[in-house]
């Protein structure tokens, strides 16, 4: 008796087969509905190619700073050592005028040197690093060895180091 069910009603069951699954919205899509919305994601895209290739040809344009600074971490290594100071010193100078040389071309640069090549470093240079080197490369040649060890505790790298980084090359 109890396995037995009670037949449902005849309304029941009509409003029963009547019954529709509930009905779902297309899903919204995600392109613009306008072309303003399109115009402004084509410059959006070309801004930010634009600046990467801004940053690109940049970063290019500064690959002779970055392999300068390279040299001079070699040639503080050798400016510790006695027996390597002259030649490290040599490098020094050698590095600055090759940096020089690839931001202004040999037309500019390749002829100076003496008080000339001071004041292009002085004129050239941020943060007063011109005028630090410019007793290193006046004439550090003729310096007893006691004065070039004092020079190079004065941090010749270091204003190298701040004159290639910080040297404007107009374009």
Sequence with gaps: MASQQAAPDPLTEAALRSLKDIAIPEPVSWMP????????????????VAAFLLWLRRYRANAYRREALELLDAIEQD???????????RQLTEVLKRAALAGWGRKEVAS?????????????GGGGAGRALSTLLDDVEYQSNGHVEALAATGLVSSARTWIRRHHVSA
């Excluded at 400016?79 to 010193?89: C, E, H």
């Excluded at 100076?112 to 001071?118: F, T």
Aim: glycine letters at 4%; proline letters at 2%; a neutral charge.
């Design 112 to 124: 100076l040197s003496g008080a000339a090549w001071v004041r292009f470093l002085e004129d050239h």
């Design 79 to 89: 400016l510790q050592s006695p027996a390597t100071r002259d030649r490290a010193i």
């Design 33 to 48: 509905q306008t072309w303003g919305w399109a115009l402004l994601a084509i410059l959006l895209l070309t801004a930010a």
